[in-house]
């Protein structure tokens, strides 16, 4: 089926940030989900004929000009490389192939170093958990040398990050990174061009596009909140694109019981 007649995308690539040990209270930090939770929501998909699929292989499928939609796929990323995956991601090993987007310039530091707006301190990934984790076959790609908007700089400017996080990358884990996750999601054509001579593809929450080629340098990812539960994402990745975040605002816990169901 081509793209013209698919409205909505067989594959959908979620975002995810950290993983709290099971039974931990459903958190006011959004970016935050206890394991239970995402043990529940990936139960459902599975119930409901999801499968999961390596971000390469969802990536080059969304991207593709020959989309099919016949298809009920999802990736797993997970944005800033926090602490806690190194103990929860090995245990969803035979359920997911995740890949971690890592802030470079802060391992093993508190999020408090960037984020001093967050309800919730977290600990970043350290080198050598980074490196066990890679080892043991998580992917890991980039999402920046620090958490800026990449909207605030000149082409240079983003050259010499990119570059950075090549450079890194060769030089603890052996291998250059095919991805970039924008940070907060944001890009423009500029960010999008310049990353275009790094990287294979570039990733949003956002500004992007659902599938197309003109998603490889802005695709969109659905970033899954802790409240949603397993049903409540199937809705949403059932739903078109341009409604997914309706889906998923009118089953906040701010809004009334009445319009959540």
């Given at each position: 089926?081509?793209?013209?007649?698919?409205?909505?995308?067989?594959?959908?690539?979620?975002?995810?940030?950290?993983?709290?040990?099971?039974?931990?209270?459903?958190?006011?930090?959004?970016?935050?989900?206890?394991?239970?939770?995402?043990?529940?929501?990936?139960?459902?998909?599975?119930?409901?004929?999801?499968?999961?699929?390596?971000?390469?292989?969802?990536?080059?499928?969304?991207?593709?000009?020959?989309?099919?939609?016949?298809?009920?796929?999802?990736?797993?990323?997970?944005?800033?490389?926090?602490?806690?995956?190194?103990?929860?991601?090995?245990?969803?090993?035979?359920?997911?192939?995740?890949?971690?987007?890592?802030?470079?310039?802060?391992?093993?530091?508190?999020?408090?170093?960037?984020?001093?707006?967050?309800?919730?301190?977290?600990?970043?990934?350290?080198?050598?958990?980074?490196?066990?984790?890679?080892?043991?076959?998580?992917?890991?790609?980039?999402?920046?040398?620090?958490?800026?908007?990449?909207?605030?700089?000149?082409?240079?400017?983003?050259?010499?990050?990119?570059?950075?996080?090549?450079?890194?990358?060769?030089?603890?884990?052996?291998?250059?990174?095919?991805?970039?996750?924008?940070?907060?999601?944001?890009?423009?054509?500029?960010v999008g061009r310049v990353a275009a001579d790094t990287f294979i593809g570039g990733l949003t929450v956002t500004h992007g596009a659902w599938y197309g080629t003109?998603?490889r340098y802005a695709l969109n990812r659905l970033s899954v909140p802790a409240y949603l539960d397993g049903d409540g994402l199937v809705k949403v990745l059932l739903?078109?694109?341009?409604?997914?975040?309706?889906?998923?605002?009118?089953?906040?816990?701010?809004?009334?019981?009445?319009?959540?169901?």
């Amino acid at each position: 089926m081509s793209l013209s007649t698919s409205p909505i995308p067989g594959v959908t690539v979620l975002a995810y940030h950290n993983i709290l040990p099971a039974g931990t209270p459903l958190p006011d930090d959004l970016h935050c989900i206890p394991l239970d939770r995402l043990v529940e929501q990936l139960n459902t998909l599975e119930r409901n004929g999801f499968t999961n699929v390596p971000l390469r292989r969802a990536f080059d499928e969304l991207v593709a000009d020959d989309l099919r939609a016949d298809v009920r796929q999802y990736a797993v990323t997970f944005d800033d490389g926090y602490a806690n995956l190194a103990e929860q991601l090995p245990g969803l090993a035979d359920r997911i192939s995740p890949t971690v987007f890592l802030l470079i310039g802060y391992t093993g530091q508190s999020n408090l170093t960037w984020n001093t707006r967050t309800p919730l301190e977290q600990k970043h990934l350290s080198l050598s958990q980074i490196v066990r984790l890679s080892e043991s076959g998580i992917d890991m790609q980039f999402h920046g040398t620090d958490h800026h908007n990449l909207l605030k700089f000149d082409e240079q400017e983003l050259r010499n990050r990119f570059r950075m996080g090549q450079s890194w990358f060769e030089q603890h884990l052996g291998k250059r990174p095919d991805f970039i996750a924008y940070p907060y999601g944001y890009c423009n054509k500029l960010v999008g061009r310049v990353a275009a001579d790094t990287f294979i593809g570039g990733l949003t929450v956002t500004h992007g596009a659902w599938y197309g080629t003109e998603a490889r340098y802005a695709l969109n990812r659905l970033s899954v909140p802790a409240y949603l539960d397993g049903d409540g994402l199937v809705k949403v990745l059932l739903s078109l694109p341009e409604e997914r975040w309706y889906e998923m605002e009118r089953r906040a816990p701010w809004r009334k019981k009445g319009r959540s169901a």
